[in-house]
């Protein structure tokens, strides 16, 4: 199956600096890279995601970035606002019996310091 | 609004209880799955549905059960046969589970205490 590492557990830092959260996936046969964010006391939510055949995917302050070849993805955040602070996942899916399923990272929590 | 309910949203039990979690959904999704989440474990997979009256076990289904008998209801029992239950189990749901950029939608979750 599928395994997804992610990168870093916590991340710390200021207001206005900028977010990186790297992952790596095993399985070449996923084709689909979501990123949820989790704020406390809710369930994760959608907030960007990337196909494999695209390279980069922007929306706003936040951007995805895929390396098929190193089958790595990392999400980057600019201008980090304290309301980004949540834990943020990343998922690869590829088909298994028929459907896909996402695998997920473990999480990083991001914590932004006003 | 649209959205999928879990209940209850806290729920403390004894040991050796069964205890069966509630999620409904009024997306009209045909897929639905339950995750359980642990702090620095990420999010893992008991089970999930594709259809009514069908599901297949995920990667640690060992101690839960499912029943799929409506299609906005997904209800999962955590049994006495599981060691560790408690922690915080997220339902989700999709309306495009066989389509390569599946989309999940999650609920607030439930946190179970086992005491």
């Known amino acids: 199956g599928e395994n997804v590492e992610q990168h870093p557990s916590t991340l710390s830092v200021q207001e206005g600096d900028s977010a990186v959260i790297k992952c790596t996936y095993s399985?070449?046969?996923?084709?689909?890279f979501p990123w949820y964010k989790q704020e406390l006391g809710k369930g994760p939510q959608l907030i960007i995601d990337?196909?494999?055949?695209?390279g980069e995917k922007k929306d706003q302050r936040i951007a995805v970035t895929l390396n098929k070849t190193a089958k790595h993805f990392s999400l980057h955040i600019t201008e980090t606002q304290p309301e980004d602070s949540a834990v943020y996942f990343c998922a690869a899916s590829m088909k298994a019996g028929g459907s896909y399923i996402p695998t997920f990272g473990r999480g990083t929590s991001l914590i932004v310091h006003p | 609004d649209g959205g999928i309910t879990q209940s209850p949203k806290y729920l403390f039990r004894k040991e050796g209880q069964n205890v069966t979690l509630s999620c409904e959904q009024n997306?009209?999704?045909?897929?639905m799955y339950w995750y359980r989440q642990d702090p620095g474990q990420g999010l893992r997979l008991i089970y999930y549905s594709q259809i009514v009256n069908d599901f297949q076990k995920g990667d640690i289904a060992e101690g839960y059960s499912v029943s799929r008998e409506k299609k906005e209801s997904f209800p999962l029992t955590v049994t006495s046969a599981q060691k560790n239950p408690t922690a915080f189990y997220l339902c989700?749901?999709?309306?495009?589970?066989?389509?390569?950029?599946?989309?999940?939608?999650f609920g607030a979750g439930s946190r179970l205490t086992v005491l």
């Open positions: 990337i196909r494999s055949n695209v």
């Open positions: 989700a749901s999709s309306g495009q589970p066989l389509s390569g950029a599946n989309v999940l939608t």
């Open positions: 997306l009209n999704h045909d897929a």
């Open positions: 399985d070449s046969a996923s084709n689909y």
